[in-house]
């Protein structure tokens, strides 16, 4: 999987990186909100200062503020349109769920320096190609804009200084309902809670079609006009890429993290609460490091929420009935392990996986271990075959087995494979 | 490099693990001696006990123990022979140093289940046949056994609750020196830093012959004797494999971790002080987590170091003259933005790797960022390509360019950059 996904960043132009594990811990505090940043796995400071509890690093909750670390370091040496992929775990305090581990591997994309449309719909682009490599082919990206959900709240009666949290409360819309959302914000009775009532009839949310007219008339304020345009540019430019078709605007997309300044996305699918990635335009977080802003926009792909629903959809293919190795080499008895090993490194040469037993336990137990770990082959070097420069190969799925020289073992083992092989299919 | 190491370790049949970063401190705590303990990055425990400065989780310090756990935890559906391999980072809150760092990566194999000597020498044929496919040809595998050191430092005079402070000060031979060793052990007019002197004066490091029949001669007990034969069997065993002729018993090679307790093994380079990798047998680390011994004994080698070794020595091959994509399509103005990625997806499709510049620049500052990125190919769609259906390429290695049609472009420029690719050799 991990291939599919590297495979097709690269061929969008992206290059590798990898950074640390932990980073200072003032490099990932304030970046994520408040929820973000009770959920970042702090470390202890060494040495001396060990008994006061303080922590000096902490392990990255995610690869974009890593990422904006690096860009504001390394600035003079980076060309100034950078595109990076990065596939790596991250850490979250969180509790473990369906498909959720306080370990776990994001797969980002970020291009760097630029405020183009075109990096949005290029990104939606790469990570519809991954998808549909994966054979995925019901996803939807739910597409939104910070500036535009601020214009909608403003006009709802939501303060500015009410938005953070009100977003958090949204951005659970998926997991706790509408009626979720308005109690998180003081329930039926308060401003608040029928505010948000109203705004998730107004938009609901998967409707797409016509969403941005809507919005266009409710909202006042050049920021959430522009941010509109920002967004019809982005489906018209994504009409030509992986991402056509794609895209449906949603004004109940809120994501979680506190960093994004425009454009917003996720993918949903329609049996899984929660989305397999997601990600946005972050303006202004290089320029937290840098004092001087840098454009950027991005998307990670969540690994094991990727893996979880294949696996309910029975999408990998079957387990192919393969042990874990080609060949296991017998052990005769104790004189004989120094000719086994040997053996065993004559076969793997010929690009055999090889394993030698490693005790001169009698032949049945040896053979019943093969059988119970599905080695298909194995090897007998007993006093005649060793006496005749000879290899006894039995094979384990058909129970035939006949001495071959030893020079031609290794030929013979990969025929046998081969055909073992084509038989099962 | 991880694709050389992960392709050896299979052919030697053996399966691929990765456990999470952090185990529980537990785990981790009193496996590798007083100055591992110390070098154990701590998490610091999660909500409201977070101002207690209690750590319940650490950073795995190497692969090994975290092994260990996983064999104890799951013996029930493990096979008896378990033979599993690991690539992936550790911590230690050591001081970075050349080729040294807090985070590396660790190649780990390690055979469970069996006390034969063969696993000894099936593991570190393994090693050997890695270095080997790098392009090493001067290591040394430094042997020597847990058992025997015990034997040598009693008849030298140490008492038993010495041992592991000597062991650790004889660690660091190949990093202080013989004066140095003698200094951490109290001095030249201390009777262990007498002893200590004597003791590498009479088992000089790095010799080799002979040093068996030695120790045979200077100590007294079976269990010395025995763990002589051992080492005698593993150099025997290791004969008809790709160890033949690299190891070299060596009575001063301690090994710094306090879970070995027989063989312990590690490889030298002549030019770098410390060690590529090192291992042992560890036949009572299960047993701390499963309260009943299962015999291990496991390798590890060092990605960085052998990284260091290979950079210094101009191991790998000279950087191929390659941009980070193979073309770039360039954007002739706003309105052609759309197109400009249609052509992208086209052009990947045929398996090009492809950025598109992301603003309508003057084409000349597009043409220039392509050249200083080292992108061989470029694209231009103007009105009057347009209007053809054709494509404007242009090579920047030769400055050729002519224009194709649209339909041809991927094999166009496929075949360009073959031809490219088969002039600068």
């Excluded at 409360?169 to 401003?191: C, F, N, W, Y």
Aim: with cysteine; charged share 25%; net charge negative.
């Amino acid at each position: 999987m991990i291939g599919v996904v590297r495979d097709v960043y690269e061929r969008y132009g992206f290059e590798p990186l990898e950074t640390p594990a932990f980073e200072n811990i003032d490099t990932l505090l304030g970046k994520y909100g408040e929820e973000g940043n009770k959920l970042i796995f702090k470390i202890l400071r060494r040495g001396e200062h060990e008994g006061t509890g303080d922590a000096d690093l902490a392990l990255r909750y995610d690869l974009t503020v890593p990422l904006a670390r690096v860009i504001a370091q390394h600035q003079n040496e980076l060309p100034r349109f950078f595109r990076r992929y990065q596939i790596q775990p991250v850490w979250r305090a969180d509790r473990p769920a369906k498909g959720r581990f306080r370990e776990f591997y994001q797969c980002d994309i970020d291009a760097i320096g630029s405020t183009s449309p075109l990096v949005e719909a290029d990104v939606l682009s790469a990570v519809c190609e991954v998808l549909a490599r994966l054979g995925f082919a019901d996803f939807r990206l739910r597409l939104n804009h910070r500036q535009l959900l601020t214009a909608i709240l403003r006009k709802a009666g939501f303060p500015d200084e009410s938005h953070p949290k009100t977003l958090v409360a949204v951005d659970k819309l998926d997991k706790i309902g509408v009626d979720g959302v308005v109690q998180e914000l003081g329930g039926e009775t308060s401003g608040f809670g029928q505010a948000a009532r109203l705004l998730l009839s107004e938009f609901p949310p998967g409707r797409g079609e016509g969403v941005l007219d809507r919005a266009e008339h409710f909202i006042d304020g050049d920021d959430g006009q522009a941010a509109i345009g920002n967004l019809r540019t982005i489906v018209q430019l994504a009409n030509g890429t992986a991402a056509a078709g794609k895209i449906v605007p949603d004004m109940s997309l809120a994501r979680g993290l506190s960093y994004y300044t425009g454009a917003i996305m996720e993918i949903a699918v329609p049996d899984l609460a929660g989305s397999l990635g997601g990600g946005g335009r972050y303006d202004n977080l290089v320029g937290m490091f840098l004092g001087r802003d840098i454009p950027a926009c991005g998307f990670s792909l969540g690994l094991e929420r990727i893996i979880f629903v294949m696996n309910e959809r029975h999408m990998f293919p079957p387990d192919v009935t393969r042990g874990a190795v080609d060949v296991m080499v017998t052990i005769w008895n104790e004189p004989s392990r120094q000719d086994a090993l040997s053996l065993a490194s004559e076969l793997r040469r010929t690009g055999l996986s090889v394993e030698v037993y490693p005790e001169a336990h009698k032949i049945g137990a040896q053979l019943k271990y093969a059988a119970g770990r599905n080695v298909p082959l194995i090897t007998i070097v007993g006093e005649d075959e060793r006496a005749r420069d000879e290899v006894k190969i039995k094979n384990l799925r058909t129970r035939e087995e006949h001495s071959v020289s030893r020079a031609d073992a290794g030929a013979r083992l990969r025929g046998i494979l081969a055909s073992n092989e084509s038989a099962s299919h």
